[in-house]
């Protein structure tokens, strides 16, 4: 089961700087799905070029980090495939979620999320990605402040009025910049309170709609993503209706015997 | 293996000089970690590693301020998510033919047959690539040659791939006759044959679609579990002896769970998928 996370401080270890600039460089990859130059990476981390070209050569030794021979890009190498398999395994959410999310995908065939939270962010556990010709881009794993998602948003309501508090004060600049401030946001936490679900345009899905659900204790939602040229009334009912029954059918499959 | 195109290890005259230990003990500290021991405690990583435990401890909280590893306290961790977004983009970054195309080659050499690489559009085979045999008399194959899944060995693999729904749409969709378009294909025993795919991962078709030819074809899964493509050994029928069939199973599963394993299948993915059948 997932744990939910309060926010909590950094431990204060000395990190290995070498490790410290390999991660930045991994880190590098997550911003596109493109294969990235030398040049590209150097840009993005700020490192010396003869650096990253060192790291890229250990990270392709060690199976994280590819080279395309034929026009020396770099792309991400096998051992990613394996160490996320590594962490999925015992995500025990997941793998009861899985089959409930299945059966939702089959009948909307539109992006079905499972986000949980971590801290004072989420990421997606996993993404079953629509069929359509035009659907959302989306990328599992990729940590997001609370309130830049909808699912997040969602998460936020959850939370014990203290956390949110917590929340609220320690990102209140970021959240000052958003439309209509801290303000509109409190009124958004107590709608998706009230309501049992957030459903919104935008968050960080530009030109998408996203509809969330929260589930588990508040540790993890289930979301429908969409293109917003897709959105109408009639499809937000049916995705809400859909929505909790998937929860309710999820929720029964994780109550002990 | 990895794909040809890829340079997986640097030549140890070259570009080993160039390799940095403190990457190397992190990645070594990382694949401490397995689906049987998802946590670790530090003592017990750091001596299996062979690294000090405060160096091991140092390496693990860098790798957790980048969410590589999460520390779960009492000196114990476990993979973090991070991993997750990598390999999403990892997935997207190589397709399957990248990946399909240099264990191809490799089974071709081996078994010097021809091999084709078949995806599923809807309820149609299509080959999408190939490397041919460097034999006199061979199987030739074209690129974008389509049949229904029901005729052939890597259409039937594809076909054996769907679920009971998807399966029961295909039989009121489409009519199952023969390549040739006369002769009907009785759906019991259609069904059958897709139960002896599943039980022993492969389809063999003799003189299905061409008078003189057989194949050979298994599945490749992604990392879901789900049926992604076929790989099939097309050869002339009259060359298909026991002997040669028995090596063409062997080396075309060893090619199979190759591809698979680098879409990020692991068999323990289709024992659950099974188990929710």
């Known amino acids: 089961m997932s744990r939910t996370r309060t926010i909590s401080s950094a431990k204060s270890v000395e990190l290995v700087s070498t490790v410290e600039r390999a991660a930045l460089v991994l880190s590098a990859f997550r911003k596109s799905w493109d294969f990235l130059t030398l040049s590209d990476v150097v840009e993005d981390t700020g490192l010396t070029k003869p650096t990253v070209f060192r790291i890229l050569t250990s990270l392709v030794a060690e199976g994280l980090v590819f080279q395309n021979e034929a026009n020396n890009t770099y792309g991400l190498g096998f051992l990613n495939l394996r160490l996320a398999d590594v962490f999925l395994s015992h995500q025990s959410l997941r793998q009861q979620a899985l089959p409930i999310m299945q059966d939702l995908f089959e009948q909307l065939n539109e992006n079905v999320i499972l986000s949980v939270r971590d801290g004072a962010r989420t990421y997606d556990l996993d993404i079953l990605e629509s069929t359509q010709v035009i659907v959302p881009s989306q990328t599992c794993g990729l940590a997001i402040s609370l309130h830049e998602s909808i699912a997040g948003r969602a998460l936020l309501a959850a939370a014990s009025r203290e956390d949110q508090a917590t929340y609220l004060k320690h990102y209140a600049r970021k959240i000052a910049s958003l439309p209509g401030g801290e303000k509109k946001l409190r009124q958004d936490l107590r709608q998706i309170e009230a309501s049992g679900y957030a459903s919104a345009a935008g968050g960080i899905l530009l030109g998408g709609h996203t509809i969330a659900k929260i589930f588990a204790h508040g540790a993890a939602a289930l979301s429908v993503s969409f293109p917003l040229a897709r959105f109408s009334d009639e499809l937000e009912k049916r995705v809400i209706e859909l929505l909790s029954d998937a929860v309710q059918a999820v929720e029964s499959t994780s109550e002990p015997n | 293996m990895a794909p040809a195109s890829q340079k997986k290890n640097p030549s140890s005259s070259g570009e080993e000089r160039y390799q940095i230990e403190g990457i190397s003990n992190a990645v070594a500290l990382l694949r401490g970690f397995s ?243």
């Open chain 2, 35 to 277: 689906r049987q021991n998802p946590s670790r405690a530090l003592a017990d990583l750091a001596a299996e590693v062979g690294m000090s435990e405060t160096l091991a401890r140092r390496t693990l909280e860098t790798l957790a301020q980048h969410d590589f590893i999460t520390s779960l306290g009492d000196d114990c961790y476990e993979l973090g998510f991070g991993w997750l977004s990598l390999a999403d983009i990892r997935r997207r970054q190589v397709g399957l033919r990248q990946i399909a195309y240099p264990v191809m080659r490799a089974l071709r050499d081996r078994l010097n047959e021809t091999i084709i690489l078949s995806i599923r559009s809807g309820f149609r085979r299509i080959s999408i690539d190939h490397v041919e045999s460097g034999q006199s008399i061979r199987r030739t194959a074209q690129s974008g040659f389509e049949t229904p899944l029901h005729i052939g060995s890597a259409g039937k693999v594809l076909l054996a791939g769907l679920n009971e729904s998807e399966l029961d749409h295909y039989f009121t969709q489409v009519p199952l006759r023969a390549f040739d378009g006369a002769g009907k294909i009785d759906q019991k025993e259609l069904l059958a044959e897709i139960g002896a795919i599943h039980e022993r991962g492969y389809s063999i078709a003799f003189r299905e679609i061409t008078a003189d030819a057989a194949a050979l074809s298994a599945p490749l899964y992604d990392h879901r579990g789900a049926t992604c493509g076929a790989l099939t050994v097309s050869l002339p029928a009259d060359r298909f002896s026991d002997r040669l069939r028995a090596q063409c199973i062997r080396e075309l599963l060893k090619a199979t769970d190759e591809i698979s394993t680098h879409l990020g299948f692991s068999a323990q993915i289709l024992v659950r998928k099974k188990g929710h059948r």
